[in-house]
């Protein structure tokens, strides 16, 4: 009699796609363990993820908003969540691998800093020389390396492919050209990697959207110049409040963005005569919004961009931000040994700028401005 991870195998050999991938055909890790009985070797890589020490940080990390600017706002975790929600009903309607999906979606901003893109490029510009900074790289690592929760490998162990999602994540505020020799530059990602990519746009679309309006940062005004925002805005019922209009149009934008990425996508792979992982492989990314729904995506963020990222007081937090990760830096380069132990025993490794590097990338917002005063206010208790 099959186990349940065989009977779910089988399953997935019946209903997925032939492009699709097959836990039961991954490429392994790099450790060899047991198979597990009752999931799939993907389930296992994302209850992984979700148990990992990371991955609970993320809720105090920076999406837009620093954490302490309100309760509302997201979060890292909450970003990571709505991805792994778009995903997954993406993922199902194009018949693919949904566990992968959703193990990918929950990690891939797993090795972000505090402070969100003002910490990373801060990060980024103090290891000039020593490697420089990147989140994607990151998240490689913190899987692979940083994770302590296994006494007989080091990191997580997951499967080549949910790693490979991880450091082939890209958006415009993602970059793949850091890839390493282990996962082929060369190559396009899977079906269920590229998937994350478009969810994880669609996500910070629409939540920061949510969230600018709800900060007053951006206004129903400013917005009806935008056209993908007039169009869901108008569909809703007037006679609601403003607050209300928002939320329908918001879930009216996520609706459209999603439906047009699965239609255009099932189109083009077919189109595209697409019937193997090699073809997949082989072909630019498949996975992709019309032509028309590009454009409008494109003014979108360009507002976005203009009106909510580059907004004074968004501004004036970030320049905050970066001058305190610089000085955590600073401060620990001088004198390592202020270093947790367990950071100390990585510098003969890895050196102690990398180890630095990994110390402050892993600390959340709230730690970091704690951390700063415990190390420059003198009454501040340790």
Request: charged share 30%; with cysteine.
């Amino acid at each position: 009699m099959k186990n349940l991870r065989e009977q779910l195998e089988e399953i997935e050999r019946q209903t997925l796609a032939p492009y699709a991938i097959l836990s039961g055909e991954s490429k392994g890790r790099v450790h060899k363990e047991l198979p597990p009985e009752y999931r799939t070797h993907f389930m296992r890589d994302r209850d992984r993820i979700i148990h990992a020490t990371a991955f609970r940080r993320l809720e105090y990390k920076t999406q837009v908003f620093v954490n302490h600017e309100g309760d509302y706002y997201r979060t890292r975790l909450t970003h990571a969540l709505e991805v792994q929600q778009i995903a997954r009903t993406i993922a199902r309607a194009l018949s693919l691998n949904e566990s992968l999906t959703e193990a990918i979606s929950l990690a891939h901003d797993i090795g972000h800093t505090p402070f969100g893109h003002a910490g990373e490029s801060k990060l980024n510009e103090l290891m000039q020389g020593f490697g420089g900074f990147e989140h994607n790289v990151q998240g490689l690592r913190v899987v692979d390396y940083l994770e302590h929760q296994y006494s007989n490998f080091r990191g997580l162990n997951l499967c080549y492919e949910t790693r490979e999602g991880i450091i082939k994540h890209e958006t415009e505020y993602d970059s793949v050209s850091h890839v390493n020799s282990e996962f082929n530059a060369n190559l396009s990602p899977s079906l269920e990697a590229q998937i994350v990519n478009v969810a994880d746009e669609i996500a910070y679309n629409a939540h920061d959207l949510d969230d600018g309006l709800k900060s007053k940062y951006l206004d129903l005004n400013q917005l009806k110049n935008v056209e993908i925002w007039s169009y869901v805005f108008d569909k809703t019922d007037s006679n609601l409040n403003d607050q209300g209009r928002i939320y329908t149009a918001i879930r009216e934008f996520i609706n459209l963005e999603t439906s047009n990425v699965i239609e255009n996508s099932h189109k083009f792979i077919q189109e595209n005569e697409i019937e193997s992982l090699k073809d997949v492989y082989s072909h630019p990314p498949l996975i992709q919004f019309s032509s028309r729904l590009k454009s409008l995506n494109r003014k979108l963020k360009d507002f976005l961009r203009e009106n909510l990222y580059r907004h004074y007081k968004v501004v004036k937090m970030q320049e905050k931000a970066k001058r305190l990760v610089e000085a955590l830096f600073s401060i620990y380069i001088k004198k390592a040994d202020q270093l947790p132990p367990q950071f100390q025993e990585m510098l003969p490794e890895f050196g102690k700028e990398r180890v630095v590097c990994d110390y402050i990338a892993g600390m959340t917002d709230r730690f970091a401005q704690d951390e700063y005063e415990r190390l420059f206010l003198p009454f501040r208790k340790m």
